[in-house]
């Protein structure tokens, strides 16, 4: 390939990255609007209860594994290290800080765009594969308003609650671990715990879940909304819907870590001030 072909080529790649998310801006803005100005048309419990059920209830399972066996081997691999410096009694703390501000988040999230992304793109993409949205257009009936927005919500509405689930069973595998396993004294490790952490790292925790889930929820409807033809657009939507969400979910997670600490450098400017 020739020099003039390969810059053509790149240049064509990146015009269409421009574009896809100029779509994807617009779809998103699309969504936003609908709720603004019809929130209780397209939240209403008949298409709201479903999806919260879809995405909070039915996850739970999957969230809790993860969670409590990241505790554990969090844990199992920081013991050794910990012990050597005579610090095992004080793993609580570090763990629990860990697992509070940046692992339980983005696990969830990424647990969360796994199983539900994937589905939600999906099924929107079978429905626009069998013409189901070009039906309801027909009809007068808004499909981002009735299905797009529904489905975000309820992600962003239960993307947090599933953090701190896994929040809760992470602290608890580590425990098992930590107390059980190793025998640190269980007074040490949830007094250490106590002194790492205060209110401002589970709240950041669940600050970035909440980006985490509209994320997601926008990303794997606009994934569906888009695919294109047969089931072999539904399989790559379903696909890229995961692989779009999880390096979204990475690059909010590193803008929103940035911003939370200086946060809290403005609010405790003295670092002690958060132990205890």
């Known amino acids: 390939m020739s020099l003039v072909a390969s810059v053509a080529d790149f240049g064509q790649r990146t015009i269409d990255v421009v574009a896809g998310f100029g779509r994807f ?24 209860g479903p999806q919260l059920w879809s995405v909070g209830a039915a996850s739970v399972p999957v969230v809790a594994i993860t969670g409590a066996f990241i505790g554990m081997i969090l844990a199992l691999e920081s013991y ?3 012990s050597l410096l005579g610090q095992a009694d004080r793993m609580g703390g570090i763990i629990n800080v ?12 990424v647990m969360v765009a796994g199983r539900v992304g994937g589905a939600l793109a999906a099924e929107l993409g079978t429905m626009r594969v069998t013409e189901q949205l070009d039906a309801m257009r027909a009809m007068d009936a808004d499909p ?9 919500a309820a992600c962003v509405l239960m993307t947090p609650i599933l953090t701190a689930y896994s929040d809760i069973l992470g602290s608890w595998g580590a425990w098992i671990v930590v107390v059980r396993i190793f025998g640190v004294p269980g007074q040490d490790y949830w007094h250490y715990t106590a002194q790492a952490i205060g209110w401002i790292e589970p709240a950041g925790g669940l600050f970035k879940a909440i980006f985490f889930g509209g994320a997601i929820g926008l990303i794997a409807c ?50 002690g001030s958060l132990i205890g």
């Open 144 to 152: 981002i308003a009735y299905l797009v927005v529904p489905r975000v």
């Open 80 to 82: 050794t290290q910990f």
């Open 98 to 109: 860990s697992v509070v501000k940046q692992i339980g988040p983005v696990l969830a999230a």
């Open 222 to 271: 606009f994934k569906g909304f888009t695919c294109g033809a047969g089931a072999a657009g539904v399989g790559r939507a379903a696909t890229s819907a995961f692989v779009a969400s999880f390096i979204a979910i990475i690059i909010i997670n590193l803008v929103l870590a940035q911003f939370l600490n200086t946060i809290a450098r403005l609010l405790y400017p003295d670092p």
């Open 25 to 48: 801006a617009t779809f998103a803005l699309a969504a936003f609007s609908r709720l603004l100005r019809h929130p209780a048309r397209c939240l209403r419990w008949s298409l709201l």
